[in-house]
Structure formats: C-alpha cells, structure tokens
C-alpha cells in the first residue's frame, strides 16, 4: 500500500472506531456537555503546530478533546431546540459523500450525485404531498431553503409588476410586500434580509401562533407584488397555518405564497398527520430542513419550486467552463452554491431505509412521544401547565411564574438526564420539548417525566 493509502486507512479506522464509541455510549451518558467550550480548547491545544502530525494521530486528539464538550443531541433524550438525529443508513451515506469527495453541482461532474439528487427529489415530492414536477434543491438547511423559494418568488412577483431583478436589480424596484405570520421562524426574516426585501409584514395570529386568515385577507388588500409566507409548524405549539383557507384568497390577490416547513411539512407523510398540511400543496415554494424531522445528518436544506423554470431564473447562471446540459435542470441551477457535497445521498439513504410505512410511521411516533409528555407532564409534574394544543412534536410548558419556570428549566439542564430549552411565547418563559429524535422511545419519555418532576419538586 502506499503511504497515502495507509494514513487514510489508519484515520479511518480511528474515526470509525471512535464514531462507534460515542454512539453506543448516547444511552447512558447525560445529555448536556461535561466540560466547557474553553475546556476544549485548552484539550486540542491552541497553538499551530510548525510541521505535519500523523493523521491517525490527529483524528484521535480531536475525539479525545472533543467528546467531554459534545452535546448528546443524537440521544433520544434531547428535546431541545428543534433537532433531529442521524438514522443509521443516513450516517453512513454520509461518511461515503464525504469519502466520495463528490462535486454534485454538475451531472459531467457527478453523475452518481445527479443521480440521486434526482431520485431523492421525486420521492421527496411523492411523500410531502408536494406537485411532482416542482423543481427541487439541496441546499445547507431551511434558512437557505427559505432563501432560494422566496429568491424565486421575489423575482417573480417583480417580472410580474414589469421590473426584471436580474438586470435592473432592487433599486427603483416596486415596494414587495412580504407577508409573515406573527410568529414566524426568524430566520425568514434574515432570508428576507439577504432578498433586499427588507422587514415582513407581521400579520396577527391565534393563540397557537397560526396566521388568521381574516387577517391576511385584510393585508392583501393592498394588492401585488406581494409574497405570502405561511408556516408549517410553530417551534412553540406546532401549530400549521391554515392553508386551504389562505392560499386560495392570496393567490386570488396576485401573491406568491411559500411555505416554511423546516420540521413540519413531514406532516405530509403520514395519514394520521397528514390534514395539518392540507392546502399546502397548493403553494407555490416550500422549504425544509431534513435533519429534523426525517433523522439526516446536518447540511440537509431542501427547497421545492412549483415551477422549476422559476427556480432556475432565480439561482442559475452562465459560465463556459460549467459543461451544461440545455434539458436538464443541473443541481448548481437550483441552489445559491455552486460546489457542494452531494447533499441529496444522506436524504436517499434515510428515505430508502424507512420506506414510505417507516417514514410514515417515524412521523407518528415522534407525535405519540409528544402527546405522551404532555399527558404525563398534566398527570405527573406537580405546578407544570402545557400551554399549547399539542397537534404534532412540539409541547410547550410553565411552571407558574417566570423566574419559576426558569429556575426549573435550570435545575433539569443541571440535572442532564433530559436536555429541554427555555424560550418566550406569548409574553410568558416557557419551556419547550421538541420531540425530534428517530431513536427516543418509551423509556426515553418515562424519564423526561421523572427529571421534570425532580425538577419541579425540588424548587419547589
Ligand atoms: C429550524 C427552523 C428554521 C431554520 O432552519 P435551519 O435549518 O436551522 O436553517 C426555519 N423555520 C422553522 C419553522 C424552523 O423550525
């Protein structure tokens, strides 16, 4: 072998070994880290090293360093923010897009990442309920995913009110009207941000932060360009808009309407859940994120486009060095990056290990785990109120007050059994369980339960 074979050989082996270690160590360990980011860095040593390290030897500092400061987020016990894990098939199709080294932006680059961004995208569609011939993107995760469907909504709207962006650019432009529900996720607005558009229109909404439709008819009154976008899942109560209500009337009015469903147009693909994204279908962009709810690894945005054509305007360019195929929609013509990992093979991996009953079945049980905290947490954490209607993953409680929900909040992040995060809905310190986790099962809820009544108990 030569030398090179053998340094990745060794620095595999390491990983894997070490890889391994941590995942069978994620049901016993506590879930926050043990040590502090400073800890880390004074673990790995800050300063560059003059000359070569082995790298077998590299990989092994870095996971002897790294692990006390990890989080257990792929742990069934973390509920926090809003966080999928990694199935099996998932993780290790990335390992191989990362051994690959692929460049997916071109089919003459990659045909085996075209390939699969092409089958991912058409399975994708089938399971979300979502239009089969929508033009769909891979992109790092709902925030870009966000970005490139109201991309090609900007520009639409615009070419509709006679302005061409692409050539004349946002100065002078009509005033786009952008409106949001009242508790949309942020990071539309930075999306909105990146598009020139400025600040959205907040449009009210009801006590499960899903925009009234009475509201946004009142607010597309104005008239185009306007873009509408709705929400497929509050972080706080996992509300879904109503679709088949607002859809209809905004695209009456001249909108574009997209629809931001980072852990919620799952919704889509199972039966029992599947009414929450009713009328969605009938958007025109959508945005999601498939490592929270569909278990991939991180870097796993995915943007759909009713009319591929105005994604493509939206995203793509001309080179002469990029060898293009005239009839194809290349995967760098749907995506703000040109290079990038072939995103799509995890996102294959994980739909092809689960199956459409998997799938299906996956979406259920993070809902049954989340009904099952809210109906434990009523019947067994003493002082506790769940605040929101618990409709799919997300459950959302209080401990009286503020400063007691926070103390308790405190007390069961030190504790570590369970990881939850704290936020603010509807002008009260809440906190939140997000149940996201393919692998969190029973047990896993039975002790969620236990450490908020430690919690609870034990401040009070
Ligand atoms: C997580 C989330 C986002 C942002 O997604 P990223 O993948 O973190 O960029 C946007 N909208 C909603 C509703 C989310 O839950």
Redo the contacts with the bound molecule.
């Keep these: 072998m030569s030398a090179a074979r053998d340094d990745f050989a060794a620095a595999l082996e390491v990983a894997s070994t070490r890889a391994r270690a941590w995942l069978d160590g994620l049901d016993e360990r506590i879930v926050r880290a043990e040590v502090s980011a400073d800890d880390v860095r004074a673990a790995l040593g800050t300063s560059l090293p003059d000359g070569p390290s082995d790298p077998a030897d590299v990989v092994r500092l870095l996971a002897d360093a790294a692990e006390p400061g990890l989080v257990a987020t792929p742990s069934g016990r973390f509920f926090g923010f809003?966080i999928g894990g990694t199935l099996p098939a998932a993780l290790a199709a990335d390992w191989l897009v990362s051994a690959w080294d692929q460049n997916a932006a071109l089919r003459a680059a990659s045909p085996a990442g075209t390939a699969v961004d092409d089958i991912a995208a058409a399975w994708l569609l089938d399971l979300l309920g979502l239009p089969p011939g929508a033009g769909v993107g891979f992109v790092t995760?709902?925030?870009m995913a966000?970005f490139a469907g109201l991309a090609a909504a900007r520009d639409f709207v615009l070419a509709r009110a006679g302005w061409d962006v692409g050539e004349h650019g946002l100065a002078g432009a009509p005033r786009v009207r952008v409106l949001v529900g009242r508790e949309r996720?942020e990071?539309v607005d930075s999306a909105l941000r990146y598009l020139g558009l400025g600040a959205p229109e907040a449009v009210a909404v009801d006590d499960q932060g899903r925009m009234l439709a009475d509201a946004c008819a009142e607010a597309l009154r104005d008239g185009p360009p306007t873009i509408v976008c709705l929400?497929a899942?509050n972080?706080h109560s996992g509300g879904f808009d109503p679709f088949a209500e607002i859809i209809p009337a905004a695209h009456a009015a001249g909108a574009w309407v997209h629809v931001?469903g980072?852990?919620g147009l799952w919704a889509g693909a199972s039966p029992r859940t599947r009414a929450l994204v009713g009328g969605a279908e009938t958007a025109d962009s959508w945005a999601t994120?498939a490592h929270?709810t569909l278990n991939v690894p991180y870097d796993s945005?995915i943007v759909a486009v009713r009319d591929p054509a105005a994604l493509r305007s939206a995203m793509s360019y001309h080179a002469d060095y990029l060898v293009t195929d005239a009839t194809y929609l290349e995967p760098y013509e749907r995506v703000p990056e040109l290079s990038r990992r072939a995103r799509s093979v995890p996102v294959w991996a994980a739909l092809r290990s689960l199956g459409r009953s998997g799938l299906a079945e996956l979406v259920d049980r993070l809902c049954r785990h989340a009904t099952a905290f809210a109906d434990g947490i009523r019947r067994d954490v003493p002082g506790a109120e769940v605040l929101n209607d618990v409709v799919f993953t997300q459950v959302c409680l209080v401990f009286g007050d503020d400063a007691r929900t926070r103390e308790v909040g405190r007390r069961l992040m030190a504790d570590g059994t369970v990881w939850m995060t704290g936020s603010r809905w509807r002008g009260r310190e809440v906190l939140r369980i997000s149940v996201s986790n393919w692998s969190t099962d029973d047990a896993d809820v039975a002790r969620g339960i236990d450490a908020l009544t430690r919690a609870a108990v034990v401040s009070g």
Excluded: L, Y
């Design positions: 809003v995760g709902a925030t966000n996720h990071s929400q899942g972080i931001d980072a852990f994120d929270k945005g």
